[in-house]
């Protein structure tokens, strides 16, 4: 029985490696949607390659499917983490509230997917969830624009997670 010749140098492929995403989103979309697609949860059109604030009048034929910021709320899945604390947090707790929900509202006026999930009383202040990172850093800046404080961000590129605390006394 003959043997192949192996060339020196030479090294066989081996299939049985796996190869290690460098980010993994599971919220993120996989394949490209029909257009237009429709989130009957929120109400989101995804258009031209993404999801916008539409009229729904003329999509009636749409296809639906959820968006992946309702996804991420139906899963209890955060992006974003801003917890808010200190003893001016607690004695302004309405009027910061009232800015986080105006920082929601204006971004997700444009990104209809940039959400706050909760707002929930913890020990020491108050913890607020997002559907994305960018909207948590918005509400963290916001909060250091209006008030100062002290500001932190702590990023998880390998999650995709943003925690943002910021603090004043």
Same mark, same amino acid.
């Given at each position: 029985?003959?043997?192949?010749?192996?060339?020196?140098?030479?090294?066989?492929?081996?299939?049985?490696?796996?190869?290690?995403?460098? =980010?993994?989103?599971?919220?993120?979309? %996989?394949?490209? *949607?029909?257009?237009?697609?429709?989130?009957?949860? $929120?109400?989101?059109?995804?258009? &031209? /390659? %993404?999801?916008?604030?539409?009229? =729904?009048?003329? *999509?009636?034929?749409?296809?639906?499917? *959820? $968006?992946?910021?309702?996804?991420?709320?139906?899963?209890?899945?955060?992006? @974003?983490?801003?917890?808010?604390?200190?003893?001016? !947090?607690?004695?302004?707790?309405?009027?910061?509230?009232?800015?986080?929900?105006? +920082?929601? !509202?204006?971004?997700? !006026?444009?990104?209809? *997917?940039? %959400?706050?999930? !909760?707002?929930?009383?913890? +020990? /020491? @202040?108050?913890?607020?969830?997002?559907?994305?990172?960018?909207?948590?850093?918005?509400?963290?800046?916001?909060?250091?624009?209006?008030?100062?404080?002290?500001?932190?961000?702590?990023?998880?590129? +390998? &999650?995709? #997670? #943003?925690? =943002?605390?910021?603090?004043?006394?």
């Amino acid at each position: 029985m003959k043997t192949a010749h192996v060339p020196s140098g030479f090294h066989p492929v081996q299939h049985e490696r796996i190869i290690e995403e460098l =980010v993994h989103d599971a919220y993120k979309l %996989r394949g490209k *949607l029909h257009e237009p697609t429709i989130c009957p949860s $929120c109400g989101a059109v995804f258009r &031209q /390659g %993404r999801w916008q604030w539409l009229d =729904v009048v003329s *999509l009636e034929a749409a296809h639906e499917h *959820l $968006c992946p910021a309702c996804l991420r709320m139906q899963d209890h899945f955060p992006a @974003g983490y801003v917890f808010i604390a200190g003893a001016f !947090a607690a004695s302004h707790r309405n009027e910061i509230l009232q800015l986080i929900h105006n +920082e929601e !509202a204006r971004q997700k !006026a444009e990104h209809p *997917l940039k %959400r706050v999930m !909760a707002i929930k009383s913890e +020990e /020491g @202040g108050v913890l607020v969830t997002t559907t994305d990172i960018h909207l948590a850093r918005g509400i963290g800046e916001a909060l250091h624009r209006a008030y100062q404080g002290k500001l932190e961000f702590h990023y998880n590129p +390998e &999650q995709l #997670l #943003l925690r =943002v605390r910021w603090d004043r006394e």
